[in-house]
Nanobody, 116 residues
């Protein structure tokens, strides 16, 4: 089993920065890729960024150039560095792990609120 625990959310002014962290517990060898998703009230959960075990990254167009996903394999952690935050970035951010058996695992989420 794999468990994900997010941290680092909070309230920030527009233009500010935050770093989200996701700690991976359990059978991390099962994981093929990690990612961050965003869910705003009344909306579907949307992909923000992903990173494969080989370090290949992918970003939603809305965050390219502002957000960076990276991982520290020695600490079993994945991070989302967010710069130039906008009010529309406000949502609950969920850490996600995809396993080699095509199972999707989610963390509990961390709220990010960007004030204008």
């Amino acid at each position: 089993q794999v468990q994900l625990v997010e941290s680092g959310g909070g309230l920030v002014q527009a233009g500010g920065s935050l770093r989200l962290s996701c700690a991976v517990f359990g059978r991390d060898f099962m994981i093929s890729a990690m990612g961050w998703h965003c869910q705003a009230p009344g909306k579907q959960r949307e992909l923000v960024a992903t990173i494969t075990g080989g370090g290949i990254t992918n970003y939603a167009d809305s965050v390219k150039g502002r957000f960076t996903i990276f991982r520290d394999n020695s600490k079993n952690m994945v991070f989302l560095q967010m710069h130039s935050l906008k009010p529309e970035d406000t949502c609950v951010y969920y850490c996600n792990a995809q396993t080699y058996s095509h199972t999707s695992i989610w963390g509990q989420g961390t709220q990010v609120t960007v004030s204008s």
